[in-house]
């Protein structure tokens, strides 16, 4: 069953929340300590693909076993995402939307169409 379509920001935010609280987390979350737990995920999650070649992580992702370790380790970044705006009051939608336009202004079309260059370089 297809689920991103469906669940929202803020359901995601309330069952990590309701997780965290049964277990008496809060103690250990705060902001600085789930940015290096989410650098630390990251960086399990780079682990996959460390070495790899195009075509092996094509190979990867088409294991079923291999994808799930991969969606496992994405799943995790997103939990800690989703843990630090929850707890810090940040609404996602809101950031990534003021962050789009951000990065609308510094990569028009015009300049960065096809282009890997950094906005700084154009």
């Known amino acids: ?5 469906k669940t929202t920001i803020h359901e995601l935010k ?8 049964v277990r008496d987390w809060d103690q250990f979350h705060d902001i600085k300590e789930l940015a290096i737990a989410l650098s630390i995920e990251a960086s399990e999650l780079l682990e996959h693909f460390r ?3 195009k075509e ?3 190979k990867a992702l088409e294991n079923s076993e291999k994808r799930e370790e ?3 380790e994405m799943a995790d970044c997103l ?3 989703i843990r630090m705006a929850q707890m810090n009051n940040i609404d996602l939608s809101e950031a990534l939307e003021r962050k789009l336009e951000k990065n609308n202004k510094r990569y028009p079309v015009e300049k960065a169409k096809g282009s890997s260059k950094k906005y700084t370089e154009f």
Request: charged share 45%; with cysteine.
């Open 1 to 5: 069953m297809v689920k991103d379509n």
């Open 14 to 21: 309330e069952k990590v929340r309701r997780f965290c609280e």
């Open 51 to 53: 070495w790899k070649t």
């Open 56 to 58: 092996e992580v094509k």
């Open 70 to 72: 991969i969606s496992d």
């Open 79 to 81: 939990y800690f995402i």
